[in-house]
């Protein structure tokens, strides 16, 4: 490999290096997403929402779970849908995963679905012992690369955009809410309940 070879092989792989770190910086926040007029609300403690009339559809959202069944999202049409970016590396998911576990359980009888999209565990086993110590029953998108989280949500519409994120789809699968941070019970509770309580 010539010494220009070599130079342009290794900014390629400080280029990706990067955009994977940003993808996955476990943090607790981040500016909204997508550009353009988007309609977002910004409401408080960073939760974002959308106006019904403006919400949109996320891309395809299907694949293998970590127990290796398939899931599709678009299946869930009809009940309100809680999809949480996490990964067992990361100590904001560590520190929200027990309120998740308790409300998934708690609103399924409102007819809401909670499901995981875990990423950048470069090995199932990792993952599958996270959700056993912190009760999580819910299914989980094994994710590792981020296809799902970077291909999943379109342009200009409230998408994750580090770990942890939480989006909540309304009843028609429409892209409704979104927190940027880790989330307890009681902003949980917030993104769900008007989605709820929506005819």
């Not at 977002?40 to 960073?46: L, P, Q, R």
Request: charged share 25%.
């Amino acid at each position: 490999m010539s010494f220009s070879r070599a130079r342009r092989a290794a900014l390629l792989t400080a280029l990706v290096a990067t955009g994977a770190l940003t993808l996955s910086a476990c943090g607790d926040g981040g500016k909204s997403g997508g550009g353009g007029d988007t309609n977002f609300v910004a409401a408080s403690g960073g939760v974002e929402t959308v106006r019904a009339p403006d919400r949109r559809l996320p891309n395809e959202l299907k694949g293998e779970t970590l127990d290796g069944s398939r899931l599709d999202i678009a299946d869930l049409k009809g009940k309100v849908v809680v999809i949480n970016v996490w990964g067992s590396w990361c100590a904001p998911c560590r520190a929200e995963a027990p309120h998740f576990a308790k409300v998934s359980k708690e609103k399924k009888a409102d007819g809401v679905e909670f499901v995981g999209i875990n990423t950048r565990d470069g090995a199932k086993r990792q993952a599958i012992a996270f959700e056993k110590d912190y009760g999580i029953t819910y299914p989980s998108f094994y994710d590792p690369i981020g296809k799902l989280v970077v291909n999943g949500f379109p342009r200009g519409t409230l998408m994750p955009q580090g770990i942890p994120s939480t989006i909540v789809l309304d009843r028609e699968g429409r892209i409704a809410a979104r927190a940027l941070r880790e989330i307890d019970e009681a902003e949980l509770r917030k993104m769900i309940d008007p989605l709820i309580a929506e005819k």
